[in-house]
């Protein structure tokens, strides 16, 4: 049978345990990708699940290298099927679905009488600094019989380790097995290792991979070629040596190797395992610091975990915890993202969170005397995806479009976000009067340049918001403290160049005098450092001259109609005007309610009446302006409004407008291009999509609206292992407690988890035959038929009520039996 590509994709598609009050269900095809293990720029990795036979036989890929990646089997009842990989075999497996959320990508599969589903679980940590920076990713396996009798069930998961990390194909691969008592696990890394280096595929020359499971009587291990230990598994349900000491096995071989566990779960009608993936790099990241010295940064876990054994043990030991507060992230998204229209809304976060994620890694320095500084920290951020041309190191108008996640996920790591650039702009080595570009263009090496550029008021814009934002989010004032000369340096040059910009370049690449959405920022940054030096206790004329130029710039930028035109006094030009969401976000006291309200029914309308134009047919949204070079008709190249990114403060435009027919305009185009964060429209109407950039975390605009400011203080507390190892449940619960109901939910949800966990099955998604559920996993007759099958799913959690009213029928013992209205 062909497997169809439809994927059903929500922000809570799978979260069993707190349903919406209504539920809207639809299902979205798409030629995309989903992710996997996905934890770090060189960890990366991601699959097509829309090939004629499923995930069963999908290619896995980094970036634009492909690869085997991994094989999964199960054994029932002695007959062996495939779960996915490349080594197809006889009995194969039903693949039912794929669903997606903001930590976890899931599989289903019946085979036979099991159900089967299996889920790349990709951990976000919000305050514990530990836990988010460790780039490990469980992968899950749920196993129900549909038929109520226990089935003799075994497990087994091989990776070929040397096509997930190896640059060069033709080197020798070096291993170990080694068991810990507490778990056991195989390391790989290519025999010759060369730090801070990456191949033309932009694969890494060097670290660690690991593969590692649990220990127990039931579990065993070997290392070789694919098919031996595919047809040792199938005959026997089992591999060898069984674990049992710490001494490790080691060897060397090639890239075809097969590194393999597997798992006895015995008779049962359901339980569980879990296996854990992961790349390790220390040192992470080559700094060069004002001085001109390098510095190795390593990962910030090290603070907890000098030895990989222990993290290895920590990662796996904290599994079911770790799934408890995931429980609760997903709830909080819930109830966050209640109200916000459009059906692929949750479909953009689902994929952008790990995106952006994926995209950085947290770093501590060292002492001078050589051991690891836990006040030292900086988080780098890599420009991946298809549209960089360059390996940018924190690329500054790509963390301003990120910055609206971060900030909701977790405040405190904006601090290390910026302190790359500010720490060697503050110096005497830095010599522009404006904000640098990025961090370098060669990650993972930093290279600062003092070289000019066109981008003076747009860098410079983009640290100052972001300075604020962070201050005001997290409450924590000591890095405007710290670099206060620098910021004013950076205002002075706004107040001389911002109201009225010549030969200034947007970050959209608009080179034209006087752009009005260009202007704004700068004016907007410039009362935002008024309110910085406020919080500093420092008298300055910065309030005063935003507001005159505020004044000024509405006299010019704004039509007779009061929408925003694209540059001062060109009545016939219009902007999206996304740089307006910082004033709106950070309360900065700008833009009226007014100008919004018109601007809004302006935009609206030219959505309508813009039908015959490319940007229309092409059905990708509306651009971002007007104003493009030897561009009258938008056939040329159209830049167009995606939420997810393109003009990544589309999503920030939208958040600021209570209009929501405007809002699900400005949210659609997304069905068929999810990871896309820029389009452009060729004259024949075809398009040119850019892909997979971490600015896609400017999809957060409307959720980081949900997170309180604060009152800045230079007594927050600096950075450190104490100050960030806090648990994400406790943070997490707190800000659940703005709704008690809700809460409630969410208490009752974990002890009917943690109970389940006890019984040995952490089952989320279980369906029940003859009982009609609010989700089902398999297809209808008709939906499957002339093998196309259409999932039902979650798209959206617009209801504006956050009651659920629960019925349960005879027989249903799990939260996930009952029906929700």
Same mark, same amino acid.
């Given at each position: 049978m062909r497997i169809s590509s439809y994927v059903s994709i929500s922000v809570a598609a799978l979260f069993t345990f707190f349903p919406p009050t209504s539920v809207a269900q639809s299902a979205i095809e798409l030629d995309s990708q989903l992710p996997l293990e996905v934890r770090s720029p060189y960890f990366n990795f991601w699959t097509r699940p829309y090939s004629p036979s499923g995930i069963l036989n999908s290619t896995d890929f980094f970036f634009t290298q492909t690869f085997a990646g991994r094989t999964a089997l199960i054994r029932i009842d002695g007959v062996t099927h495939s779960i996915f990989g490349q080594l197809p075999l006889a009995d194969q497996t039903n693949f039912t679905g794929s669903f997606i959320t903001a930590t976890r990508t899931s599989f289903t599969f019946q085979i036979g009488p099991v159900q089967l589903i299996a889920t790349f679980f990709s951990p976000i940590e919000p305050g514990d600094w530990v836990r988010q920076s460790i780039p490990f990713t469980y992968l899950h396996f749920d196993i129900e019989a549909t038929d109520g009798k226990a089935h003799d069930v075994q497990l087994y998961v091989h990776v070929l380790s040397g096509e997930f990390f190896l640059a060069d194909q033709t080197q020798s691969i070096t291993w170990s097995t080694s068991s810990t008592g507490l778990s056991v696990y195989e390391m790989a890394q290519s025999q010759i290792q060369q730090p801070f280096s990456e191949n033309s595929q932009g694969q890494p020359t060097w670290g660690q991979f690991y593969f590692a499971t649990a220990v127990n009587d039931d579990v065993t291990y070997n290392v070789g070629p694919p098919d031996t230990l595919v047809g040792n598994f199938s005959a026997q349900g089992r591999l060898g040596p069984v674990p049992g000491t710490t001494s490790p096995i080691e060897g060397t071989t090639n890239v075809s190797t097969a590194f393999a566990l597997s798992r006895n779960l015995g008779g049962v009608s359901n339980a569980s395992a879990v296996f854990v993936i992961g790349f390790v790099q220390d040192p992470a990241v080559q700094y060069v610091g004002p001085t001109g010295i390098s510095q190795r940064r390593h990962p910030y876990f090290r603070t907890k975990y000098p030895n990989t054994a222990d993290l290895i043990d920590g990662f796996i030991g904290d599994?079911?915890?770790?799934?408890?507060?995931?429980?609760?992230?997903?709830?909080?998204?819930?109830?966050?993202?209640?109200?916000?229209?459009?059906d692929y809304y949750s479909t953009i976060l689902s994929y952008a969170t790990r995106l952006v994620f994926s995209s950085t890694v947290l770093t501590v320095g060292e002492a001078p005397n050589g051991t690891l500084d836990p006040t030292d920290v900086m988080m780098f951020m890599k420009n991946t995806g298809t549209l960089s041309s360059t390996n940018r190191v924190n690329p500054v108008e790509v963390l301003y479009d990120a910055f609206p996640m971060f900030m909701y996920f977790d405040?405190?790591?904006?601090?290390?976000?910026?302190?790359?650039?500010?720490?060697?702009?503050?110096?005497?080595?830095?010599?522009?009067?404006?904000?640098?570009?990025?961090?370098?263009?060669?990650?993972?090496?930093?290279?600062?340049?003092?070289?000019?550029?066109?981008?003076?008021?747009?860098q410079t814009a983009n640290m100052l918001i972001m300075m604020y934002a962070y201050a005001r989010s997290s409450g924590n004032g000591t890095s405007i403290q710290t670099y206060y000369p620098l910021l004013t340096n950076?205002?002075?040059?706004?107040?001389?160049?911002?109201?009225?910009?010549?030969?200034?370049?947007?970050a959209d690449l608009l080179s034209v005098n006087n752009q009005t959405n260009l202007a704004i920022k700068g004016i907007i940054a410039i009362k935002a450092m008024s309110m910085m030096a406020a919080a500093m206790s420092k008298s300055t004329d910065y309030s005063a001259t935003a507001n005159a130029y505020y004044t000024t710039w509405r006299s010019?930028? @704004? $039509? #007779?109609?009061?929408?925003?035109?694209?540059?001062?006094?060109?009545?016939? =030009?219009? /902007?999206?005007?996304?740089?307006?969401?910082?004033?709106?976000?950070?309360?900065?006291?700008?833009?009226?309610?007014?100008?919004?309200?018109?601007?809004?029914?302006?935009?609206?309308?030219?959505?309508?009446?813009?039908?015959?134009?490319t940007f229309s047919i092409a059905g990708i949204g509306i651009p971002l302006d007007s104003l493009r070079p030897n561009n009258i008709t938008y056939s040329v190249c159209v830049r167009a409004n995606l939420s997810v990114g393109l003009a990544p403060g589309s999503n920030m435009f939208a958040?600021?407008?209570?209009?929501?027919?405007?809002?699900?305009?400005?949210?659609?185009?997304?069905?068929?291009?999810?990871?896309?964060?820029?389009?452009?429209?060729?004259?024949?109407?075809?398009?040119?999509?850019?892909?997979?950039?971490?600015? @896609? $975390? #400017?999809a957060y605009a409307p959720l980081v609206l949900t997170v309180p400011?604060? =009152?800045? /203080?230079?007594?927050?507390?600096?950075s450190t292992l104490a100050s960030h190892g806090s648990s994400a449940a406790r943070k997490l619960g707190l800000a659940l407690g703005c709704s008690l109901f809700a809460a409630l939910l969410v208490i009752f949800a974990v002890l009917v988890y943690r109970r389940r966990m006890r019984l040995g099955a952490a089952r989320?998604?279980?369906?029940?035959r003859g009982h009609k559920r609010h989700r089902s996993m398999a297809p209808t007759e008709s939906e499957s038929g002339g093998g196309m099958m259409k999932l039902d799913f979650i798209p959206s959690f617009g209801a504006s009520s956050k009651s659920v009213r629960a019925?349960?029928?005879?027989?249903?013992?799990?939260?996930?039996?009952?029906?929700?209205?």
């Open positions: 599994f079911e915890d770790a799934w408890t507060r995931m429980l609760e992230l997903e709830s909080k998204i819930v109830i966050d993202t209640a109200g916000l229209p459009g405040p405190t790591l904006g601090g290390p976000l910026l302190e790359p650039l500010l720490r060697y702009q503050s110096s005497q080595y830095y010599t522009q009067p404006f904000a640098a570009l990025d961090a370098g263009s060669s990650y993972p090496n930093t290279t600062f340049s003092s070289s000019t550029h066109q981008q003076g008021i747009e950076w205002t002075d040059y706004l107040v001389d160049t911002t109201l009225y910009t010549a030969n200034q370049q947007s010019l930028a @704004l $039509g #007779s109609d009061q929408h925003v035109l694209a540059q001062y006094q060109n009545e016939s =030009s219009w /902007s999206i005007g996304h740089n307006m969401f910082a004033d709106h976000w950070l309360k900065t006291g700008f833009i009226s309610s007014a100008i919004l309200d018109a601007h809004s029914n302006f935009l609206r309308q030219l959505n309508i009446t813009a039908a015959p134009l958040a600021g407008f209570g209009d929501k027919t405007l809002q699900r305009i400005i949210f659609s185009g997304v069905e068929s291009h999810p990871l896309e964060n820029d389009v452009s429209v060729i004259a024949n109407a075809t398009l040119a999509l850019w892909s997979a950039s971490p600015d @896609l $975390g #400017s400011l604060k =009152s800045i /203080s230079t007594n927050a507390g600096s989320l998604y279980a369906t029940r019925r349960r029928e005879p027989g249903w013992k799990n939260l996930e039996d009952y029906e929700y209205d």
